[in-house]
């Protein structure tokens, strides 16, 4: 079992940093990839950015690329989302997932509300 728990969420202004991290307790963790989620009000959860369990493949979403930085630390069992330039649009629970795809495994953290409002 992994346990996830996100923090670093808030309340910032239009143009500025909010870096979310991400926890993970447990022994699997640099066997997992990561993904970072967001759910705005009344939307689908959508997948912001991925990394892959060693750290050398990422992807982004087309609205965060250049942006948004997805990062990890394996020896201390954490990831990272950097975001950069927030928009109003990027107002959303954002949520870490950790998974594998064989065998399938799927961990899911609570969620941190970032808010980018003026």
């Known amino acids: 079992q992994v346990r996830l728990v996100e923090s670093g969420g808030g309340l910032v202004q239009p143009g500025r940093s909010l870096r979310l991290s991400c926890a993970a307790s447990g022994t699997l963790f640099s066997i997992l990839g990561i993904r970072w989620y967001r759910q705005a009000p009344g939307k689908e959860r959508d997948m912001v950015a991925d990394?892959?369990?060693?750290?050398?493949?990422?992807n982004y979403a087309d609205y965060v690329q250049g942006r948004f930085t997805v990062s990890r630390d394996n020896a201390k069992n954490m990831a990272y989302l950097q975001m950069n330039n927030l928009k109003p649009e990027d107002t959303a629970v954002y949520y870490c997932?950790?998974?594998?795809?064989?065998?399938?495994?799927?961990?899911w953290g609570q969620g941190t509300q970032v808010t980018v409002s003026s």
């Open positions: 990394i892959s369990s060693g750290g050398g493949g990422t």
């Open positions: 997932n950790a998974y594998l795809d064989y065998p399938e495994q799927n961990y």
